[in-house]
């Protein structure tokens, strides 16, 4: 039986809180970055978009880390989602940003599924129920504050 130490369930939380980023980050900021982009047409998708990449690419998520295992492939899953959110500052036109935005959704998407995967494989019986407890407050943004309070200040 593997154990993960304290830092190692914090990071899991914080990869798990990734996932609320796609949404959260551009939409206060959408009218300027729809600008910026060439697409004031199509604001909206900014944000839509990546869900349904999440939609499309979950089956081949869950796929692949049968095959290569929940730590390889949530580790290139962290590696696209940052790679594929700092590209989006070179890209122009609606083409090349609905593709970037998809493709978001399916790191996005591997992202989730790893790590739900990675929790499961660490924990076990009521510590598994507490650590998926714990995930859902740290994709809740609202939520964010009160976590690592409660995190870094329990005994």
Known sequence: MSYLSRLGSLTLLCISSLTIM???IVAPALPSIAQ???MEDYASLLITLPSLG???FAPFAGRLIDKYGAYYCTAIALFLYGALGLSGQWLYGPEAVFV???LL???????MAGSTTLISQFYFGHKRLAMMAKQGMAIEPRWHGVF?????TRP
Not at 105 to 111: N, S, V
Not at 148 to 152: E, I, L, T
């Open 54 to 56: 999440v939609v499309l």
């Open 148 to 152: 690592v309070h409660w995190w870094f």
């Open 100 to 102: 970037n935005r998809i």
């Open 22 to 24: 796609v949404g959260s």
């Open 105 to 111: 959704g399916a790191a996005t998407a591997l992202t």
């Open 36 to 38: 910026n982009l060439g």
